[in-house]
């Protein structure tokens, strides 16, 4: 029987302001790589309310699309309760962050992660500024 076990990395990411995109499957890779799991999961995680992470094709007309449907979801532009309390200008950041969510599982098999072939893991700044997203990998496996 093979032993169950737990690997963690975290690295950083100079962000511009949002919508802005980071592809981080090379970093995800490498971790598994390096990690000599072969079959598991892989967790990631982006601390703080204004950052989020999914999976797309990273190619620039499909980043366009997203940034544009981020956008036009929640609109930098209107009214949003939390201008109200803060006076900072991100209500929308915090929203669009929330739609997609700060977290994701990827299967592990065969010491990679089990992506599609135009599927690659991105990390979002939605925030009015620029920032350094933190960015957390957990990994179980065999």
Known sequence: ?????????????????????????PEIKGFIRDSNITTGIIHVFVPGSTGSVTAIEYEPGVISD???????????????DHEQAWHDGNGHSHVQAA?????????????APRLGTWQQVVVVNHDNG?????VELTLTGI
């Not at 302001?17 to 980071?22: H, K, L, V």
């Open 1 to 25: 029987m093979n032993q169950i076990c737990m690997f963690t990395r975290n690295f950083s990411l100079d962000m511009k302001t949002g919508p802005d995109i980071r592809d981080i499957t």
């Open 66 to 80: 997203l940034k544009r449907a981020i956008t036009a979801l929640a609109p930098p532009d209107r009214v949003y």
């Open 99 to 111: 739609l997609l969510g700060p977290s994701m599982s990827i299967p592990v098999r065969e010491a």
């Open 130 to 134: 620029s920032r350094i997203r933190k």
